[in-house]
């Protein structure tokens, strides 16, 4: 099994749908996490909090974040830059968020952590992911499970507003490991293809470019475009190394994952996919 992602260092406990856990932030501490800690933003974090702010994704990027390659994977990432050497940029008085409804899934869902591993493959021969949440061990200053309300992992998930941010999350996240069997930071050279940053962390960008309105595609569905049409992208490049993907069936017999039915120009089979003129499997 690979780690795909994994909960904040420290211990933590397994979490199932109806198990309860005592936590209520209290005035005391308001702000204190939000102070010299690594706050990764997916893309829907990151488009949600700049569409929020009046922003497009590049120049939220450049106020308040910043662009990573991870060495490893070669996948990139975005960071919130502020609140990694102090206070959060968005920090208001009295330790309150100012953009409490925008906040990035990290800390709508904390303190539940997730686990998220690549366990064999599915049906169609494609990575399959597993996913186990956690309740995190909190720091000492951290009042709030001294707190008297009491949640389900369901009620917790639900009330944060989380739930939406993990299924989109795993979207991201399944791309994310199919790059992975394919082998992807083997076979390419130098920094991430333009393209991925762009379908990853660039949909007005992508909107004006191919002028595809909010009233055409909404948010979500143009999200979840976006990463089939990442997928294909992959896909395609991996095929022009003469890369496969073998898994095994359930009978014991070896099969490949086809990369050959994408377009001979994938950009027009890619837009296909983003104005839902085509599947993006």
């Known amino acids: 099994m690979l780690l795909l992602e994994k909960p904040r260092s420290g211990k933590f406990s397994p979490l199932g749908p109806e198990d309860r856990f005592c936590f209520d932030c209290q005035d005391e501490c308001m702000g204190r996490c939000c102070r010299k800690t690594n706050i990764i933003l997916e893309p829907w974090d990151l488009e949600v909090m700049a569409r929020g702010l009046g922003l497009n994704t590049s120049d939220f990027v450049d106020a308040y974040a910043e662009l ?56 169609a021969g494609e990575p399959a992911l597993r996913a186990s949440f956690f309740l995190l061990q909190t720091p000492q200053f951290c009042l709030g499970p001294r707190g008297t309300r009491t949640w389900t ?111 001979p120009d994938i950009l027009d089979w890619m837009l296909s996919v983003l104005r839902g003129e085509k599947p993006g499997g």
């Open 68 to 123: 990573q390659i991870d060495p490893e994977t070669l996948w990139p990432y975005v960071r919130l830059r502020h609140v990694a050497d102090g206070p959060c940029a968005f920090l208001a008085e009295r330790g309150r968020c100012r953009i409490y409804p925008l906040r990035p899934r990290v800390c709508r869902s904390y303190p539940v952590g997730r686990r998220v591993v690549i366990d064999g493959t599915n049906a």
């Open 153 to 263: 992992l369901s009620e917790w998930l639900e009330t944060s507003g989380s739930l939406e941010y993990f299924r989109l999350s795993a979207e991201h996240l399944a791309l994310k490991a199919l790059a992975l069997e394919l082998k992807y930071h083997q076979w390419w050279e130098g920094p991430p293809h333009m393209l991925h940053m762009f379908f990853l962390f660039e949909p007005d960008l992508i909107r004006e470019e191919f002028e595809i309105s909010e009233n055409d595609v909404g948010h979500v569905e143009f999200y979840r475009r976006r990463m089939q049409a990442l997928r294909l992208l992959l896909t395609d490049q991996a095929a022009r190394q003469g890369y496969h993907l073998e898994t095994t069936g359930g009978g014991g017999e070896v099969c490949a994952l086809d990369l050959t039915g994408t377009a």
